[in-house]
Structure formats: structure tokens, C-alpha cells
């Protein structure tokens, strides 16, 4: 009972930061708009950068939500979506190969100390590149956590980099388009959104909130033999 009330009360924690980090920006700019204005000044430069900066920023653990969220204030949401998307999919891909051929046992042991990612290996064996979907599309598993996890699995390398650019897409997309009314506000803009895009954001909302349903399904039910 005292672990599970503590892992609460730092989920809770981490809410109120996240919450609390997106008010801050809004209502004291400042030091957004500092940050924009130094890499809007790299001029053609800043989407490479930033690129590569969304890599090595994930294997230091940095939190995924403000990395996608700077990319929308930075570069708007279609721009900002490419950038993530290409930027997230090749991180994903250097932490499989990482987990696979490198740091196998580093990896192994953090995950048994994690019952969920067990079972996410579990699982795989019955309903295989699915998993990796949901893993992508919820929101309640770590990047950095699930590359490693299925970096020990049988999953090919290319079926993973597929699925995991597929699932990402509606979480990045998400992220990205709220940063980009954070910039329309620095900008002193109006907020706005056409239609197409409030479609896929719509669309981006539904595929998560499936992922999230069908991994509690996917922990609820027996493990496979």
C-alpha cells in the first residue's frame, strides 16, 4: 500500500509540473521567447538543430511533452510535427539498438523492477506489433523505457521503426499543436486552427485515448503462455 500510494503522489507531482510548467509559459513568456528567438536566429539551421537536439536531450531523460511542445512554438504544427516525427523515430531506433546490442542487462534489470514492462514483454508474444502501437499511442509509458523494452524482444528492427513512427504520430502531432498556440500567443496572435487541423487533432485524441483503454485491457487479462 505505501508504494503504490507514493508512486501516486509522484504522478501526481509530475502532473502538477507539466500543468503548472504550460501556465507558467503562457502567462510569464519571457523566457520561452528567448529561447524561440535564439534558435529562430540558427535561420534554416534551427529545424537540423533542434533535430538533433531532440536525440541526444532523450537519452538524458528529458521530458518528451516539452521537447514536441518547443517544437510547435518554434516551428508552427505541420514543420514542427516533421521535425518531431523524424527526430522521435530516430531516437526510438538508436534506444532499440542500444538495449539490443549494448546495454542488454542494464536494460533487463531496471525492467524487473517494473512489473508493466514485463508484461508489455509478455504480451508481445500473443499480440505482437499491436503492443508497440499502444506503447507508442498512450501516454503512460515512458519513451526512453520502451525502447529498451522492446530492444529485448524477437521484434524485427524495421517492423518496430515502422510502428513505432506510426504510433507516435497522433501523441507528437498533439503536443506540437498545442506549443503552436503557445507561439501564436508570444506572437500576440489571435488563436486559431483550421479545419483540417482540428480534424486531425481530433483524430490524434481518439488514437490515444484507444491506446490507453486497450492497455488496460492488455493488463487486465492473462498473461500468454
Known sequence: MKKILIKRLLLAAVAVVLIGGIIFLFYHPRFLKQTVEAIRSLGMWA????????????????????LMFSAGV??????GTVVISSAAT??????????RYTAREWVRKKIKTQPAFESIQTAMKKRGWKIILMARLAPIFPFHVVNGVFGLTRVHFLEFLLVSWLGMLPGSFMNVYLGSLAGQHLAGEKLSAGLPTAIVFAWSVLMVLWAVWY???????KPAA
Do not use: D, N, Q
Not at 90 to 99: C, I, N, P, Q, V
Not at 215 to 221: D, L
Open 47 to 66: 529545424p537540423p538543430v533542434y533535430f538533433l537536439f531532440f536525440i541526444v536531450a532523450t537519452f538524458f531523460f528529458a521530458p518528451i511533452f516539452f
Open 74 to 79: 518554434l516551428f508552427g504544427v505541420w514543420t
Open 90 to 99: 530516430t531516437a526510438a531506433a538508436l534506444g532499440f539498438l542500444a538495449s
Open 215 to 221: 492497455a488496460r485491457r492488455v493488463f487486465k487479462s
